[in-house]
């Protein structure tokens, strides 16, 4: 069975510097996606970011980028010249080609920017 | 509109009650799934209906009912509930084929408390 795992319950940074968050994976799959997902303080969780196993390019969203790593199962999210509305928990996830959207979540990790 | 519409966005019940969640989705989409989010936990997939046939049942207890009358549409209906099943219950809508694999949109959740 996949898993996913944050081991970063709580993460702070300030307004204007970038900050990594960790994630990592197991699966026996060679093809799937992974996700970063954002969910504001009582707002809608939105995709933020996504990438595909089989692309060895890290996916990049303006301030967002993924650090892929596919032999380690790790699949960390930075955040460059943070803003006060990244704040928000962010969850990891795993989706194996086969099963169309039934997305494995981890525990998510909270993000506070200060100013 | 908001694509997708999730009421109550509060509700407290007693144990011996009987409610309903209710989610609305506005997207077109013909896939709907209810999550389970407790704090310090992964969000737990609870059922997924594709064109309103139900798809998945990760071995929810039967307190929980869903029911998907049409595409729009999706319930979960509550009764004899426990306090362990206090938490955030999210709906989900995707259009499988159409939408990014795994691109989920997400409503604003029911904030459920079993007293």
């Known amino acids: 069975a996949q898993t996913v795992t944050q081991s970063q319950p709580e993460m702070s940074v300030q307004e204007a510097e970038t900050v990594t968050l960790s994630c990592t994976y197991d699966?026996?799959?060679?093809?799937?996606?992974l996700f970063w997902y954002k969910q504001p303080p009582s707002r809608q969780m939105i995709l933020v970011i996504r990438q595909e196993a089989y692309k060895q390019q890290n996916a990049t969203e303006n301030r967002f980028s993924v650090n892929f790593q596919k032999a380690a199962k790790s699949f960390s999210l930075k955040i460059s010249d943070s803003q006060l509305g990244d704040t928000a928990m962010y969850f990891c996830?795993?989706?194996?080609?086969?099963?169309?959207?039934?997305?494995?979540f981890g525990t998510g990790t909270r993000l506070q920017v200060f100013p | 509109e908001t694509g997708v519409t999730q009421t109550p966005r509060h509700l407290v019940m007693g144990m011996t009650n009987k409610k309903s969640l209710k989610c609305e989705q506005h997207?077109?989409?013909?896939?709907m799934y209810w999550y389970k989010q407790s704090a310090k936990k992964p969000l737990e997939l609870m059922f997924v209906?594709?064109?309103?046939?139900?798809?998945e049942n990760n071995s929810v207890p039967s307190r929980f009912s869903p029911e998907c009358p049409n595409s729009s549409h999706l319930f979960l209906h509550l009764h004899t509930l426990q306090p362990e099943d206090s938490a955030l219950y999210l709906c989900a809508s995707s259009q499988p084929g159409t939408t990014l694999p795994g691109e989920l949109f997400f409503g604003e959740g029911s904030r459920l408390t079993v007293l």
């Open positions: 699966t026996s799959e060679n093809n799937y996606y």
């Open positions: 209906y594709s064109l309103e046939e139900r798809v």
């Open positions: 996830a795993f989706m194996a080609p086969f099963n169309t959207d039934k997305l494995i």
């Open positions: 997207l077109g989409h013909n896939a």
